[in-house]
């Protein structure tokens, strides 16, 4: 079965720091991987996506996120966080047949401390 | 730049009544997606439309039905709703561009109620 999994429920970070919120995946063949945002009350934002070519994707807000086929990896990092980024991060796979569902992880909120 | 547009933002319906959400997507797009996220949980995808005609279903209960109409504009409706109805539903749309790659891109939701 298709999986996204994010092992972090909560991560927490002060403001400057560099920060990372993790996801791996099980899917059969090659995977289309995805991060999305959620701010309180709002929808998902989309921040970056893999789908083939460098490992290493960057994204709106200074996100960038590397894919790692050996691990079955997608973190999302950014070198230096801001408050502003608080918020609830999903990342999400596309099943790799001729459909567009996304499979998301259950989510990771991301606090960054003043 | 355009984006997703779902209305009407709050729905609140009593047990056995029946919602219906709409979902405009942004322009040139040809594809819908509805999912379903509950309280504290992951978007659950529902069901998809790609030039008008049903290209993936989900795990959408028999109650719902939604469709795409000629103006690529989408409608789910909600019949006997229940208590575990409530959630806020949204949707996203994309451009196939013929390739099953593009992103897609999620409006603000429809959080519906069920009292």
């Known amino acids: 079965a298709q999986s996204v999994a994010q092992p972090e429920d909560q991560v927490n970070v002060a403001e400057g720091n560099p920060l990372t919120v993790k996801c791996t995946y099980s899917?059969?063949?090659?995977?289309?991987l995805f991060w999305y945002v959620q701010y309180p009350n709002r929808g998902l934002q989309f921040l970056l996506k893999?789908?083939?070519?460098?490992?290493l994707v960057k994204g709106s807000y200074g996100f960038e996120a590397e894919f790692n086929k050996s691990q079955t990896s997608f973190h999302l990092k950014k070198p230096s966080a801001l408050v502003s980024d608080s918020a609830l991060y999903f990342c999400?796979?596309?099943?790799?047949?001729?459909?567009?569902?996304?499979?998301f992880g259950t989510g990771t909120r991301l606090q960054v401390f003043p | 730049a355009a984006g997703v547009i779902q209305s009407p933002r709050h729905l609140i319906k009593e047990k056995r009544e029946t919602a219906t959400l709409k979902c405009y997507p942004i322009?040139?797009?040809?594809?819908v997606y509805w999912y379903q996220q509950g309280p504290g949980q992951d978007p659950q995808f529902l069901i998809s439309?790609?030039?008008?005609?049903?290209?993936d279903k989900g795990s959408i209960p028999d109650r719902f039905s939604a469709q795409q109409f000629s103006d690529y504009h989408s409608e789910l409706n909600m019949s006997s709703l229940e208590l575990g109805d409530s959630a806020l539903y949204f949707c996203?749309?994309?451009?196939?561009?013929?390739?099953?790659?593009?992103?897609?891109?999620f409006g603000p939701g429809t959080r519906l109620t069920v009292l």
């Open positions: 996203a749309s994309s451009w196939s561009g013929g390739h099953f790659t593009d992103t897609q891109y």
């Open positions: 899917v059969s063949g090659n995977p289309y």
């Open positions: 893999y789908i083939t070519g460098d490992n």
């Open positions: 999400a796979v596309r099943v790799p047949d001729n459909t567009d569902k996304l499979i």
């Open positions: 322009p040139r797009h040809d594809t």
């Open positions: 439309f790609y030039e008008k005609m049903q290209s």
